[in-house]
């Protein structure tokens, strides 16, 4: 299925070292500013329901606010325990100052 790319924020929205929730269609996705990169991940942790955003954003780490468990926002990688299931990512581009990321 080809992408969709849909504006989700615009970039002064998201202060250095700060992340914002968006739902789009359904989904709750974070969208995340580190180190004048943005990046976009389920917002969702894998192990159970809390939402990152609630987290602590540590660099390119988050830590759910529920359990501790961390990812890696840039592969949404699971760092370890309680944590064993990856992050889903999400394409994200910058035109001017809208953000787009892609759904399938
Ligand atoms: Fe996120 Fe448990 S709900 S670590």
Known sequence: MTARWIKVATTNAIDEDDMIAVE????HIA???VGGVFH???????????????????????ECPLHAGRFDITTGKALG????????????????????????
Do not use: M, S, W
């Open 81 to 104: 325990a309680p944590v064993t299931q990856d992050l889903k990512v999400y394409a994200l581009r910058v035109e001017g100052t809208d953000i787009l990321i892609a759904l399938d």
């Open 31 to 33: 969208i995340y500013h």
């Open 24 to 27: 789009i269609e359904g989904r």
């Open 40 to 62: 976009a991940t389920a917002n969702v942790c894998t192990h159970a329901y809390a939402l990152l955003t609630d987290g602590f954003l540590d660099e390119c780490t988050i």
